[in-house]
């Protein structure tokens, strides 16, 4: 990634101050920390390479030099925007959805936090809070991006089929005006958080809506149904088999096997 293309990339955009490494551990783990100490809203860490990246359950995020997408935004939430945090990761899915489709490529995004191309993972997302007290102080959005087909981990270390965008557009993606459009999206998106339409978008793009899916909830514990769509705080809604709402908060969904 080159640092000047990028600032100019990025530079009519209303972010706040921005940290480009050309190596480091966790963008997240440092965006932590920077917002731990008084970072704007809108702040930016951006590595070419992460050498300790994070996905949810702290799940390793593989980002090798000059062929993935890693990046942290701060968010400072403001007062209206408090009550809706728990959608935060749908407004990162859908920024990310609304810049592939200008590249003319369908996604979907795999509740909670993957977004799919050709029903592979191509991103991912990690949000992290920052408290002061009782209070959400802050929010960490970690994106990662597979663009080159270096970026792809081998089969046995993936926990979900993944692609990269060099896949489906060839080997001339170019990072910058990909983050831009991002980063642009979420902007766009961010004053809708708290809509009926924000929910009805997310539901739009999601994967295996309408199908038999299940959902590892953690020791042992399945939830399983017809993927009907979101409840208002981004919470997963399935039917079981006897017409019963079940509502999922937490959990990895895919299909069914046998369904």
């Keep these: 990634m080159n640092q000047n293309q990028l600032k100019k990339a990025l530079s009519k955009l209303p972010l706040g101050d921005v ?3 050309d190596s480091i551990g966790s963008t997240n783990n440092e965006a932590l920390a920077w917002a731990t100490g008084g970072a704007r809203d809108l702040s930016l ?3 070419d390479e992460q050498t300790a990246g994070r996905g949810r359950l702290d ?4 980002t090798p030099k000059g062929s993935a997408l890693a990046v942290s935004i701060i968010l400072r939430p403001a007062a209206g925007e408090k009550p809706h945090l728990t959608r935060i990761v749908g407004l990162a899915a859908l920024a990310v ?15 909670p936090n993957d977004v799919l191309l050709n029903g592979r993972k191509v991103a991912g997302i990690l949000v992290e809070s920052v408290w002061s007290g009782e209070e959400v102080d802050g929010l960490v959005i970690g994106i990662g991006m597979n663009v080159l087909k270096g970026s792809v981990p081998s ?3 993936l926990q979900f089929p993944a692609t990269s965008l060099e896949e489906s557009l060839g080997p001339l993606v170019e990072r910058e005006p990909l983050l831009h459009d991002i980063l642009a999206g979420l902007i766009a998106l961010r004053p809708h958080l708290g809509s009926d339409s924000f929910i009805s978008s997310w539901e739009k793009a999601l994967a295996f809506r309408g199908e038999q899916v299940q959902a ?7 939830a399983a149904g017809k993927l009907l769509g979101l409840e208002s705080d981004g919470s997963l809604r399935l ?8 509502t999922v908060r937490f959990g990895d969904v895919s299909l069914r096997p046998g369904k």
């Design 19 to 21: 940290r480009y490494f």
């Design 45 to 47: 860490v951006i590595a």
């Design 59 to 62: 799940r390793k995020w593989f």
């Design 97 to 111: 959805a609304d810049a592939l489709r200008t590249r003319s490529l369908v996604s979907q995004i795999k509740w």
């Design 155 to 157: 089969a046995e270390l």
């Design 216 to 222: 590892e909830q953690g020791e042992g514990s399945l």
């Design 239 to 246: 039917m079981d088999e006897d017409g019963k709402s079940i």
